[in-house]
């Protein structure tokens, strides 16, 4: 199947700097990428939608300033957490779609970004 | 709103015992319903899905159908294995260029030889 990568697998930062966290789809090209955090014991949340070149949309409740999210080519997509604060702390995850129309099946995952913020 | 519910775990089972992890669901219409895997340090797999009432989802001797009447999605396999020990989501979607998916808090199972 397609693969996701993410990087770093696992960062710790101080409070107050600003994280990257990179995902790219390793063997195909992906129109639509997905963010997700994931609360201890929790389930995924979606935190907002990126396609190709254009801007992400957030769901309710995200900071669009807070957590910067770039598509810049059909295979990378960032994830920027700005001004990092312990309640950022957090597992993300990131999900690409191969296709423009696709349903859930076709969004491949990575393997997840560990952000500690001490 | 809508959402799913999974049954907490952690599940610990011998080999070849039978596997059932509950969930249900809630939605305003009637979304394609996925059970996704993590395995240790991997991201999520899909494992199965089913996008209408009554379907089956099937894969890898693990079985979920799509009950409206009950609004549940329950993942059942005969015999497990070692190798199945992973962490299980259930998820809900719909279709579309954006394809969100809702998922559950997720079922940690742990199968011991």
């Known amino acids: 199947g397609a693969v996701v990568s993410q990087h770093p697998s696992r960062v710790i930062c101080k409070s107050g700097t600003s994280v990257k966290i990179e995902c790219r789809s390793l063997?195909?090209?992906?129109?639509?990428m997905f963010w997700y955090r994931q609360f201890p014991k929790k389930s995924l949340m979606l935190m907002a939608t990126?396609?190709?070149?254009?801007?992400?949309?957030?769901e309710q409740g995200v900071e669009k300033d807070k957590f910067l999210i770039n598509h810049a080519s059909l295979t990378l997509s960032t994830l920027t957490v700005t001004s990092a604060h312990p309640e950022d702390s957090s597992f993300y995850i990131c999900?690409?779609?191969?296709?423009?129309?696709?349903?859930?099946?076709?969004?491949?995952f990575g393997p997840g970004t560990r952000l500690t913020v001490l | 709103g809508n959402s799913v519910t999974q049954m907490e775990g952690p599940v610990t089972l011998s080999e070849e015992a039978f596997l059932t992890i509950n969930c249900t669901y809630t939605?305003?219409?009637?979304?394609?319903l996925f059970w996704y895997v993590q395995y240790p340090g991997e991201g999520l797999q899909l494992l199965l899905k089913?996008?209408?009432?009554?379907d089956k989802g099937s894969n890898k001797g693990f079985e979920a159908t799509y009950r409206k009447e009950t609004t549940s999605f329950h993942l059942e396999k005969g015999s497990v294995q070692v190798s199945d020990s992973a962490v299980y989501f259930c998820?809900?979607?719909?279709?579309?260029?954006?394809?969100?998916?809702?998922f559950g808090k997720g079922t940690k199972l742990s199968v011991k030889p």
């Open positions: 939605a305003t219409g009637y979304p394609s």
């Open positions: 998820a809900q979607g719909y279709g579309g260029s954006q394809g969100n998916l809702i």
């Open positions: 999900s690409a779609d191969q296709t423009s129309g696709g349903m859930g099946d076709e969004q491949f």
């Open positions: 089913a996008t209408k009432a009554d």
């Open positions: 063997d195909f090209q992906a129109t639509t």
């Open positions: 990126s396609n190709e070149g254009s801007k992400a949309t957030y």
